[in-house]
């Protein structure tokens, strides 16, 4: 379970009561324009994929690894940071689901103040390297 608080982080649990309720990780602490936002989640996996945090006022989405890194699956640096034309995005949406030609590999909507959405191909969000869910 991840959740963005608002000028803090990003802070993950487990999202199954039985295992408790201790903090996993806090990331997303640095860089930051202001508020961290909604987080859309596209899963390449599993457990894999990229996290996408709103930074509200930059109008930017910032990528982390869903599955963290390989020596800790609860560390999850920043990937990179795509600008995008929504402003101040009041909420976003991603699927790894192939649409049609336009958008083979998903598609990533998000939402400005004014309720106008923005829409974009995930290869043109990722950049090169994209990977599908097969």
């Known amino acids: 379970l991840y959740y963005s608080d608002e000028g803090v982080g990003v802070r993950k649990y487990y999202a199954d009561p039985a295992r408790g309720d201790a903090e996993l990780a806090l990331f997303a602490r640095t860089g930051f324009a202001e508020d961290h936002e909604g987080i859309s989640i596209y899963k390449t996996g599993p457990a894999a994929g990229y996290i996408l945090v709103s930074d509200q006022a930059a109008s930017t989405f910032r990528f982390f690894p869903r599955q963290g890194t390989a020596a800790d699956p609860n560390a999850h640096p920043e990937l990179r940071a795509v600008p995008v034309a929504a402003h101040f995005s009041d909420g976003s949406d991603v699927t790894n689901v192939p649409l049609n030609a336009q958008f083979p ?30």
């Open 105 to 134: 590999h998903g598609l990533f909507v998000a939402m400005s103040d004014n309720k106008t959405f923005h829409y974009y191909r995930w290869e043109d969000m990722l950049g090169s390297g994209v990977k599908a869910v097969q």
